[in-house]
């Protein structure tokens, strides 16, 4: 049941003839309809609107999928560019997914909101005697203080300055000079995007033919 | 902070896909009435499958920003538009046969130019800035050398990287240029060759051509009038007149503004050439040397002062062609009666070969009455199956898609081992086809409004007989097809045996369609029509 060639051969149930004219209209139209699988197809068009939840939902899902891998692609060329990254700053690469119309994007703009934690560089244990107690003994150096608790969650900030670049800086220790802008983002993103993009129009593709499927299958 | 991107976006475009399923719902449904089924289903699953398929790969156009994707789409789409418009031309012309033999070579040469227009897009988007680099070089040489700070080998250095660029330029403009003649050559049935002279302007502008009347020149001075046989002057004249006759004839045929389009292409790489000359003669003339004229290149040359070679023999080529035209029209005003006593037994001996054949016509002809009356026949049987279907549109896609679905399964089994394309792309090509199918025949209903001496459907929601024309009473809906439109179907029915007969309204490109699909998703081919 549920075979396409049900759908032409009238082998299924419900099948009648499609036939027009008292006379061998039906055999001039070699075309016999079931009326089960016409009523399929008419569901499953109505399913392959993007205004149907569930297929919007899978769409969203492909989208997502294919942003994540996106960003990840992206993050790791941003870490191969930058030079030196103790705060590993390349984590603050990062993707969304659009609620109202079928799309995304791959950004290094600051968080809207505090969702996101990147994990801190670990503190060094050098105490590894199981008999000396109190814990680590060494005080923290300045360096590592200053890699632990720099203010702000999101490191986007380092990654935009270094990518957009700044104008000088003159503070009351002196002139700090400028950052030269490395677009980094730029060379490396929008190629990620563009793949990504071939990958969810095929996902697509895939996705509409799975539900015509579907619906045709389960008459 | 500079102006770097920090943010990409992706985003589909969907209205297009929804308007397109949405128009397959409707397609679906008006089909379904048009069969008189209450239901909201039926066998239009061909024309429905067909646009929800296209609508699919426009939504996925939205995504593809991959320009390697997007040229593939591009080649099937124009494949798909040649084939179709084929299609229609082979209907005026009733060389369907002909057509369908063809279909593979018509989408060859819409693949190449497509190819070639591509190419010479992104040439010129990317090169402009280096053919001005390179002409500010020369320039700038020049003007070096004039002051005495330049040397001449950086003048013809520069020379040359200028005429390189203009060169490649003048390359892909040509290449874009062939291609586009071949197209439109193999899809409208026309001989290449004679396309290209037809646009060359040997014979002066092509619309003076499609004006000179089909006299048979050829005939006339045959029989030895005042020219007589040979190879002089005069016979050139005589191959030179016949040779514009068939051309005219050929590009009464052809779409003026196609031919315009086509003849600015042709110039630009003309213009283009001329550009490479007109470095070599600044060069000439900034050394100081003495100029090489056209006069070493052969007997008659060196005529034309400040020509180079390769000019001189181009303007020597269309001087003797404008000659042999104005000779052409002089003698054609008082073409001379040919004389009893100048004609041969040989020329005897053609005139009767002419008159026996002229008998042989008549004879064809009546035999042509007779098969009239069977091919009449036949047309009757199938326009009362048609007449069944309520929805006019119905009744011309009825009609057309057996034709289409023949051509449609001709192709697929002719690409089927090349699988160039891909059974993806190979979907959207029969789909885009449909669409097209589908568009036209709305098309043709709202183009017919008024007279209908091209053929056409009576548009409008009047039945009855309602509407009147001098004579007869015609209702919306019914198919009225003129002269030519019905030797073209006669001789269809004829060429093709039982293809229009048997085939069916959708079982034909439902099955093509859905084998397409039943390929793809591996389920093998998964329709046949129980009468084939």
New interface residues.
Partial sequence: MG???D???GTGAGT?S?G??AA??N???????N?A???A??KA??R????DKDTRKR?QAI?RRE?KAARNRTAADVHNALENDPRKAYRAVKHSV?KQ?????????AARKAGAKYELIRQRIVDTDPHHHGGNRIPMSDRTYNLQTYYGKDRGFIL?FI?????ERHTRFGNRGAIA?R?M??RT??WH??????V???A??QE??AV??EEMNNQ | MGKATSIVRLTAETNDYEKKIKQAQRTFNNFTKSLGIDMKKVSALGLALGAVTTAVKVAGDAFKNNEKIVDEWGRVTKSAQSVYDGFLNSLNTGNISGYIRNINDIVNAARAAYDALDELGTFNAFNQINEMKARTGFTEAITAFREGTGSKESVRAAAEALKGQLSERQNYEQTAYDAAIRDYAEKRGVNEEMLRKALSGSYGDYKALKNLPLTGVENRYQAGGMFGQGTGYSYQVKVAANEAEALGEMLRKLNDNKLAELQALGKTAESTAYEVSQVDRQLVRALGQKRVTGSGGGATGGGQKGLTPEQYAEWYGMAYYTALANTINSELKDAPIIQESLISEEDIAIEEKFADAIETLAERTERLHETWDLVAGSISTVGGALAGLEDPTARIIGTAMQAVATLALAYAEATAKAAKLGPVAWLGFAATGLATFVGAASTIKNTTKGGFADGGIVPGNYYNDQLHTADYGISSGELILNKSQQNAIASQLRQAGGMALTATVSGEQIRFVLNNYGRRTGRGEVLTSKFN
């Fill in positions: 075979r396409l060639s759908y032409i051969n009648r499609a027009v004219g061998g209209g055999d001039m139209l070699g075309v016999e309809v009326e699988a016409a009523e197809h008419l068009l109505a392959m609107l993007t205004s769409l989208i942003l659009y119309i079928l799309g995304g994007n791959v950004s290094i703009l935009r990518n957009s670049g700044t104008v802008p677009g983002f730029e993103a929008p995007l563009d793949t990504a993009a071939a969810v129009a095929e697509f593709e509409f033919a015509y499927n």
